[in-house]
């Protein structure tokens, strides 16, 4: 069982029941899934850079991605419809708490003039999405190989009622918000 998976059921889980009052353990938030997802708008011009891409990410998350495709085409961007754009990893389960833990503690801190996180990148329901602006402040990823810096948005799908819920579920996992 990973570090941030066990650190939920034991010491999180209870204080989200007693702060919300949740009678049931079911109703406590928790994180159902993480979404990993660049976009890659220069593989209009070069194919290469997808396959790049999608090596990346299969090393940050272990699990192969999923190629993303253009839905319609757009002349301005020289767009065509289901033309390769990107790459998408869908993390569930024990996959999902260790890429966190890594996330929170090996990758937010490589950030340089880190302030911390956003504290209202909530949309409304819950769910919590932040951009990380390169791909080698992952471990796994050798400065070395990198040709081109991608970026990729972290969407933490999480089953709370409320952003406050969820909020306050990041901060006990150690997700490090900004004060404001």
């Known amino acids: 069982m990973s ?3 066990e650190k939920y059921q034991q010491q999180v889980a209870p204080q989200l029941m007693e702060r919300f009052k949740n009678k049931n353990k ?3 938030p928790r994180i159902q899934k993480i979404v990993v997802n660049m976009g890659v708008g220069k593989a209009v011009d070069n194919k290469k850079l997808i396959e790049e891409a999608t090596k990346h990410l299969a090393l940050i998350t272990c699990q192969k991605p999923l190629i993303t495709k253009a839905k319609k085409a757009i002349a301005g961007f020289k ?3 289901n033309q390769a754009i990107g790459c998408k990893v869908t993390l569930r ?3 999902m708490f260790e890429f966190l833990d890594r996330l929170i503690s090996i990758v937010i801190p490589r950030i340089r003039d880190f302030r911390g996180l956003s504290p209202n990148a909530f949309d409304g329901r819950g769910n919590y999405t932040f951009g990380l602006t390169d791909q080698a402040m992952f471990p796994e990823i050798s400065i070395d190989m990198v040709e081109f810096t ?3 948005d972290v969407t933490l799908v999480i089953s ?3 952003d406050e819920q969820s909020r306050e579920l990041l901060k006990l996992l150690g997700m490090p918000f ?3």
């Open 150 to 152: 991608q970026g990729m």
């Open 79 to 81: 767009l065509r419809e």
């Open 3 to 5: 570090r941030l998976m």
């Open 178 to 180: 900004r004060l404001e």
């Open 160 to 162: 709370g009622n409320s």
């Open 93 to 95: 389960g024990k996959r």
């Open 26 to 28: 079911l109703s406590v």
